[in-house]
């Protein structure tokens, strides 16, 4: 009977970990991603709609051509920026196609960088 109970213990301990494994490995992107650059971040909820449920989306940067938000299922942005490109410059997020693409495929103007709203 002792055996029973160990066993039952060792099952009801590994299902716990699992639990939590998940919940980490759910959380674990927006935990390394997440960072910003001083503009306002976008608030994805309202962005969303029931197509995209649980889904992640990509909503372009307010005045950087290269970079670009990332909402995660958790609406959570993230700011994200393409990748270089060889003698000067970097990709242009294609909001149409959802990738980092040449800026001469993609209408996008760099405009000056506006502060985020102060919370004081």
């Known amino acids: 009977k002792a055996y029973k109970t160990v066993k039952q213990r060792i099952k009801f301990t ?3 970990m699992s ?10 992107p927006a935990i390394l991603c997440c960072r910003g650059d ?13 197509d995209m449920a649980g889904q992640p989306f990509y909503i372009p940067h307010q005045n950087n051509c290269s970079r670009y938000w990332m909402c995660g299922a958790d609406l959570m942005p993230c ?4 990748p270089p490109i060889a003698g ?6 294609n909001l149409d196609l959802q990738i980092c693409d040449w ?18």
Not at 103 to 120: K, Y
């Open 14 to 16: 590994l299902a716990k």
């Open 79 to 82: 700011l994200f920026e393409c």
């Open 38 to 50: 001083g503009s306002a971040e976008p608030l994805c909820a309202e962005f969303v709609n029931q």
């Open 103 to 120: 800026p001469f495929n993609v209408e996008c103007t760099m405009s000056p960088p506006t502060a985020a709203p102060s919370t004081a």
């Open 88 to 93: 000067g410059g970097s990709l242009y997020f």
């Open 19 to 28: 639990v939590v494994f998940g919940l980490f490995l759910l959380f674990l």
